[in-house]
């Protein structure tokens, strides 16, 4: 299945359990993440991610909805492995857009959990050397991203508050061509630890 058709099928399904309604507040989101990649040739690394959000009030109920659309950064060390014969010292870049359906309870007058799914794409950059022939190589594609994670929000005042999360993508496998060879990387599933702040806005 191509990629745009996967996408399409998978944000309408988080769209599809979202309630038809007017916002009642917006919100931006930022974060810094550590990444730690699955891959056991990949490096941990620190990246961002940046999102813009609006909150649906549930009636009679303290819990509430959210839905946003984020884009992210990070870039690791790996090495590519035996599809490419002779590389070495390769770097991924990996830049996740997303768009996240949260529903997030009130545990505390100050405390708040979010629990959701996010589903989008990523653009993947691969840059390395080849020892035989010499040659550095660039190679892109964009691959369907997919998961979910749960972030506490502890209110500083009433329009900040302090973001703690994880979450975890799956990765479709990423495909490139290098002097006629194919290129996989086949293990790009990422673990995110998120700190951060939200600032809101009533509308």
């Known amino acids: 299945m191509h990629l745009s058709t996967k996408l399409i099928l998978s944000i309408s399904l988080v769209l599809a359990a979202m309630p038809l309604a007017k916002a009642d507040e917006g919100y931006w989101r930022a974060n810094s993440v550590y990444v730690v990649p699955e891959a056991d040739n990949a490096d941990e690394t620190i990246g961002a991610n940046l999102a813009l959000g609006a909150t649906f009030y549930i009636p009679n109920s303290e819990n509430t909805n ?5 884009a ?3 870039k690791w060390d790996t090495d590519i492995g035996t599809n490419t014969p002779g590389s070495r010292n390769d ?3 990996f830049v996740p857009l997303l768009v996240n359906l949260r529903h997030e309870l009130a545990l505390t007058d100050t405390v708040r959990l979010a629990i959701g799914p996010s589903v989008g794409a990523s653009y993947i950059k691969v840059s390395g050397s080849l020892a035989n022939p010499t ?3 660039t190679r892109q594609d964009w691959i369907l991203t997919y998961g979910g994670g749960a972030t506490l929000y ?4 009433d ?4 973001s703690v999360g994880y979450r975890y993508l799956f990765n479709d496998d990423a495909t490139f061509k290098v002097n006629g060879n194919k290129l996989e990387l086949t293990d790009l599933n990422t673990h995110l630890f ?3 702040l939200r600032f809101a806005w009533p509308y």
């Open 194 to 196: 998120e700190l951060g």
């Open 66 to 70: 959210q839905l946003e659309i984020e």
């Open 154 to 157: 502890f209110t500083i005042t």
């Open 91 to 93: 770097e991924v870049v």
């Open 72 to 74: 992210g950064w990070a």
């Open 135 to 137: 040659e550095n190589i």
């Open 159 to 162: 329009s900040l508050s302090l």
